[in-house]
């Protein structure tokens, strides 16, 4: 059974950073992709930075460099840390991982609020 389970989300200042984890069940390299998405209220989830297992890394373009997607195999954990925060990128966190099919996590809440 894979469970993602997210953590790291919470109230941060505009410019600041955070570091989001995604815990797995077992070995990373079952999965074919990672990634991270958000859902801000009244929007529809969309994606923010995908990682393959052969390593290619897809970022939004909102992104803009401040974003950065890590696995780490030997903790079993997926990372996004973010730097240079905006407003608007307060929303809903969510780890995706994906065989077959793709395991998503609960979601951890970013807000940026001054």
């Known amino acids: 059974q894979v469970q993602p389970v997210e953590s790291g989300g919470g109230l941060v200042q505009p410019g600041g950073s955070l570091r989001l984890s995604c815990a797995a069940s077992?070995?990373?390299?079952?999965?074919?992709?990672m990634g991270w998405y958000r859902q801000a209220p009244g929007k529809q989830r969309e994606s923010v930075a995908v990682?393959?297992?052969?390593?290619?890394?897809n970022y939004a373009d909102f992104v803009e460099d401040r974003f950065t997607i890590i696995r780490d195999h030997a903790l079993n954990t997926l990372f996004l840390h973010m730097s240079g925060l905006k407003p608007e990128d307060t929303a809903v966190y969510y780890c995706?991982?994906?065989?077959?099919?793709?395991?998503w996590g609960q979601g951890t809440q970013v807000t940026v609020s001054s």
């Open positions: 077992g070995s990373m390299l079952r999965f074919n992709a």
């Open positions: 995706s991982l994906c065989m077959v099919s793709c395991y």
């Open positions: 990682i393959t297992n052969g390593g290619h890394i």
